[in-house]
T-cell receptor, first 110, second 114 residues
Framework: DAKTTQPNSMESNEEEPVHLPCNHS???????IHWYRQLPSQGPEYVIH???SNVNNRMASLAIAEDRKSSTLILHRATLRDAAVYYC???????????FGKGTRLSVIA | SAVISQKPSRDICQRGTSLTIQCQVD?????MFWYRQQPGQSLTLIAT?????????ESGFVIDKFPISRPNLTFSTLTVSNMSPEDSSIYLC???????????FGQGTRLTVV
């Protein structure tokens, strides 16, 4: 599986935007870029995914570099409930399991 | 997306015993997977639960220790056999369907072996 690289941890102030980076320099043309987050004591939850174009949903935005070798998850206004571990995962098909790296632990300060 | 009900949510078990964890999905899904998450760590894939055939195990996980059943497209079980304290972990099931769709997860089973 293609690998991703994320910072171990990041910190944000409440109500400010957060940009979580992910490098995936070995991405293949069929890999979708997925983001999940895991709140304390819960299973991972889907955040957003995309292939080539930037994507927006009610939770976040995903900005994908033109060469697809990196992406950024954008939380527009961080809240205390956004404190979680965020995982950036490449996935070639819907029939394969997600392979989790270490993710980025986001802390949100009131 | 689909919802997975996973039970039990937690259990404390004696070493040498076995525990079966169940996952029920509220709709049919093509693929189901089982993961383990040790304290403070990320998720590690145990196996892919195949409907109507034997599960596909990842390196380091074997059927005798982690037998898996998937009798239909909405249900799967994972058994942790002959448990030792090293098996204390959170076990999670996941479902997925379709090339570009997201995965969804159960809430996990927190297992403590004493």
């Amino acid at each position: 599986d293609a690998k991703t690289t994320q910072p171990n941890s990041m910190e944000s102030n409440e109500e400010e935007p957060v940009h979580l980076p992910c490098n995936h320099s070995t991405i293949s043309g069929t890999d979708y870029i997925h983001w999940y987050r895991q709140l304390p004591s819960q299973g991972p939850e889907y955040v957003i995914h995309g292939l080539t174009s930037n994507v927006n949903n009610r939770m976040a935005s995903l900005a994908i570099a033109e060469d697809r070798k990196s992406s950024t998850l954008i939380l527009h206004r961080a809240t205390l409930r956004d404190a979680a571990v965020y995982y950036c995962i490449l996935s070639p098909t819907g029939n394969t399991p997600l392979v989790f790296g270490k993710g980025t632990r986001l802390s949100v300060i009131a | 997306s689909a919802v997975i009900s996973q039970k039990p949510s937690r259990d404390i078990c004696q070493r040498g015993t076995s525990l079966t964890i169940q996952c029920q999905v509220d709709s049919q899904v093509t693929m189901m997977f089982w993961y383990r998450q040790q304290p403070g760590q990320s998720l590690t894939l145990i196996a892919t639960a195949n409907q109507g055939s034997e599960a596909t195990y990842e390196s380091g996980f074997v059927i005798d220790k982690f037998p898996i059943s998937r009798p239909n497209l909405t249900f799967s079980t994972l058994t942790v056999s002959n448990m030792s304290p090293e098996d204390s972990s959170i076990y999670l099931c996941s479902g997925r369907q379709g090339r570009s769709t997201e995965a969804f997860f159960g809430q996990g089973t927190r297992l403590t072996v004493v």
